[in-house]
């Protein structure tokens, strides 16, 4: 008989009750200290002062409100992305899925505008992930997520991510625009260096394409920029984020710079509970704290100490972990073992970790991590690698 709630998770059998600060305490009251963070949605951990507070303050006054009325909280939210990103303009969704939505259209609304309406097809990359609505599982194109939902929503093609040759060579007549994750999160922890990024907005201003970032894992703060592609200086001409604006609040945005979203009028897109007055109010709380002098800062000098522990430790079980990947806060560690056998032992030592592609372990911890809650979690990565089996 198909259980009440649609079984489409594979879950772990542990049920989470209460969370504080870097740690979560299960039904049994058992403590795990939290490296995975909602897969970097936690971005603040759990119950952080200042998001209760703003979350239950704007609780008592109004939660929801149609986007027929004046939004405040949207505004003052979308002014201060547009003031530290690339962007001019934001609009509000619940989920990354439907930032990437939106920013698709927006990509094909500007190319109608322009008058080449053939022109529609979006590049995607190998490895991709933007969420699981129809449109966004062909975007990302892999078998797993597609395998049984076409026919194909068509206008994505794809190549190797990395790889601006083969890029290049993809673009046709139809090509309207790029869509990549800066550092691919799902399908392997990828980090595009410098060069891919560079490339890749000087082949969307060459071939006239709109470029997209995909920052929902690795936007705000995770990788110790706000934004992961400032590390390199090539902005996009449209982004969505999503997970750690809301600090587990369910919000989304799509950013953009006026041209890319010339098209967006009023009528052409919408939400009923994208960018309510709850869910803005939870969103500045988070930037309150992430853009607070000195913030990101510490993420980098914390990353630095965490890096550093991670490559001892993976030169010290070689036949346990393999390769560190990502950067900052958003990291993928490659295991010898297999990673879900991995990811069990540790949360049965107390850590809890994600997964990724190519049998990574994935570790997304809490921005608010400090230098004790690095020790302790490698000291668990320590003595679980110590008591693996035939592994030295
Ligand atoms: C999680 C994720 C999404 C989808 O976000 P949802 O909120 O689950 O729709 C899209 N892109 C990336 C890179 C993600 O990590």
């Known amino acids: 008989m198909i259980p009440a709630v649609m079984p489409t998770y594979k879950r772990c059998g542990i049920a989470l009750e209460r969370g504080e600060g870097v740690y979560v305490y299960d039904t049994d009251g058992r403590r795990y200290l939290d490296f995975l963070a909602g897969i970097a949605v936690n971005s603040l951990g759990h119950a952080h002062p200042h998001l209760v507070g703003a979350l239950t303050e704007q609780a008592n006054r109004l939660w929801h409100c149609s986007n027929i009325f004046e939004i405040p909280g949207q505004e003052r939210l979308a002014e201060r992305l547009v003031a530290a990103t690339f962007a001019d303009t934001a609009f509000f969704a619940n989920s990354g899925a439907e930032a990437i939505e939106c920013g698709i259209k927006m990509i094909r609304k500007y190319h109608h505008e322009a008058g080449n309406p053939e022109k529609y097809s979006i590049i995607c990359v190998s490895d991709a992930f933007h969420g699981r609505t129809l449109t966004t599982i062909f975007a990302a194109g892999q078998e797993k997520l597609v395998k049984g939902f076409g026919p194909a929503v068509p206008g994505f093609n794809h190549v190797a991510f990395g790889n601006l040759n083969e890029l290049r060579a993809a673009i046709t007549d139809e090509t309207a625009g790029i869509l990549v994750e800066p550092v691919q ?64 609040f369910p919000v989304g945005a799509c950013l953009a710079t006026e041209r890319a979203a010339s098209g967006m009028t009023a009528g052409t897109h919408g939400s009923t509970f994208g960018g309510n007055p709850l869910a803005m109010a939870i969103g500045n709380a988070v930037l309150d704290v992430v853009l607070e002098e000195g913030f990101l800062d510490r993420v980098n000098q914390v990353a630095d100490v965490l890096w550093q522990r991670l490559e001892a430790l993976v ?53 608010t991590i400090d230098e004790a809650h690095v020790h302790e979690a490698v000291g668990i990565l320590e003595s679980v690698s110590r008591a693996w089996k035939h592994a030295a």
């Open 315 to 367: 030169a010290a079980h070689p036949k346990v972990f393999t390769a560190i990947s990502g950067r900052g806060l958003m990291i993928g560690v490659t295991c010898a073992v297999p990673n879900q056998e991995m990811i069990a032992g540790l949360r049965e030592a107390g850590l809890l970790v994600g997964q990724s592609g190519g049998n990574m372990i994935r570790l997304l911890p809490p921005l």
């Open 185 to 248: 999160g799902e399908g392997g922890i990828r980090a595009a260096d410098d060069d891919y990024l560079a490339g890749l907005r000087k082949t969307a201003d060459e071939f006239g394409l709109l470029l997209m970032y995909d920052e929902v894992q690795c936007g705000v703060g995770r990788t110790g920029k706000l934004f992961y592609h400032e590390w390199s200086g090539a902005a996009p001409d449209i982004m969505a984020i999503a997970k750690g604006i809301g600090g587990g």
